[in-house]
T-cell receptor, first 113, second 113 residues
Framework: DAGVTQSPTHLIKTRGQQVTLRCSPK?????VSWYQQALGQGPQFIFQ???????QRGNFPDRFSGHQFPNYSSELNVNALLLGDSALYLC????????????FGPGTRLLVL | AQSVTQLGSHVSVSEGALVLLRCNYS??????LFWYVQYPNQGLQLLLK??????LVKGINGFEAEFKKSETSFHLTKPSAHMSDAAEYFC???????????FGAGTILRVKS
């Protein structure tokens, strides 16, 4: 049983560009959350998707957007990249809205130059 | 708003010694509390969770944590450290819906031989 998978593993972009990160949840999971982990810090909640809708959002600007597909996979899009967007982006999934435990993927490390 | 404070950004113990990683939380509602471990260049792995059942929670790899409401604490312990325990540990609290995890800044555990 595959866990949460993310692609790509690493990415280098320049300021002003746009990036799309992808996540496939663990089998049987329908709720996906995204977190940003800057170097030396704990992860910060970006947003959560359930039934293809954004259900809750953290304190991130509109440059951060997402999507969830009918097969529960998800994308995180970041527009107009800033140097400060360099971080590890983690995807987490869980089986339904009432389940508290989230399972994390290995992350995508984004470097913005 | 919920928050987590992890006391000590770095903890160093000898192999075989007691591991104690401190976590204090702030929450206006009964919290759900988690400890995750992150090995270098990897995602987060769930160690254990408190979801209002037993106050002493046992997790994987010999770790356990005790929920103390009066002290708003959820410290992580392991009786005997192993070299493989060297990693970064994150304490997290979730809201009632479990939608959003709020993480502490993390504690890096070093195990000396």
């Amino acid at each position: 049983d595959a866990g949460v998978t993310q692609s790509p593993t690493h990415l280098i972009k320049t300021r002003g560009q746009q990036v799309t990160l992808r996540c496939s949840p663990k089998s049987g999971h329908d709720t996906v959350s995204w977190y940003q982990q800057a170097l030396g810090q704990g992860p910060q909640f970006i947003f959560q998707y359930y039934e293809e809708e954004e259900r809750q959002r953290g304190n991130f600007p509109d440059r951060f957007s997402g999507h969830q597909f009918p097969n529960y996979s998800s994308e995180l899009n970041v527009n107009a990249l800033l140097l400060g967007d360099s971080a590890l982006y983690l995807c987490a999934s869980r089986p339904g809205q009432n389940m508290k435990t989230q399972y994390f993927g290995p992350g995508t490390r984004l470097l913005v130059l | 708003a919920q928050s987590v404070t992890q006391l000590g950004s770095h903890v160093s113990v000898s192999e075989g010694a007691l591991v104690l990683l401190r976590c204090n939380y702030s929450s206006s509602v009964p919290p759900y509390l988690f400890w995750y471990v992150q090995y270098p260049n990897q995602g987060l792995q769930l160690l254990l969770k408190y979801t209002s059942a037993a106050t002493l929670v046992k997790g994987i790899n010999g770790f356990e944590a005790e929920f103390k409401k009066s002290e708003t604490s959820f410290h992580l312990t392991k009786p005997s450290a192993h070299m493989s325990d060297a990693a970064e540990y994150f304490c997290a609290v979730s809201d009632l819906g479990g939608n959003k995890l709020v993480f502490g800044a993390g504690t890096i555990l070093r195990v000396k031989s």
